[in-house]
């Protein structure tokens, strides 16, 4: 059984930076893509980024040129860096392997 479980969320000025993690158990974390979702209150989940497996990344519109999606197969994590964090960006983010999510972390930007 997957699981996914994501840290590196909290509080964050607009203008400010944090860096997501998200670890995998218990499947072949390399041979598949990964990506970041959120979801804000009110609002259905959207894509934040994705990488593939060989590392080719796709962003959603609202995130191009201030977020970065890697990946550590080695160590079964894939991370999101979030800079120049705007207000609108607070939402829970989650973290996902084909069909399996993480619980989310909650990240808040503050104007």
């Known amino acids: 059984q997957v699981q996914l479980v994501e840290s590196g969320g909290g509080l964050a000025q607009a203008g400010g930076s944090l860096r997501l993690s998200c670890v995998a158990s218990?499947?072949?974390?390399?041979?598949?893509?990964m990506g970041w979702y959120r979801q804000a209150p009110g609002k259905q989940r959207e894509l934040v980024a994705i990488?593939?497996?060989?590392?080719?990344?796709n962003y959603g519109d609202s995130v191009k040129g201030r977020f970065t999606i890697s990946r550590d197969n080695a160590e079964a994590m894939v991370f999101l860096q979030m800079n120049t964090l705007k207000p609108e960006d607070t939402a829970i983010y989650y973290c996902?392997?084909?069909?399996?999510w993480g619980k989310g972390t909650l990240v808040t930007v503050s104007s």
């Open positions: 996902n392997l084909g069909r399996y």
């Open positions: 218990g499947g072949t974390f390399s041979s598949y893509g």
């Open positions: 990488i593939s497996r060989w590392g080719t990344t």
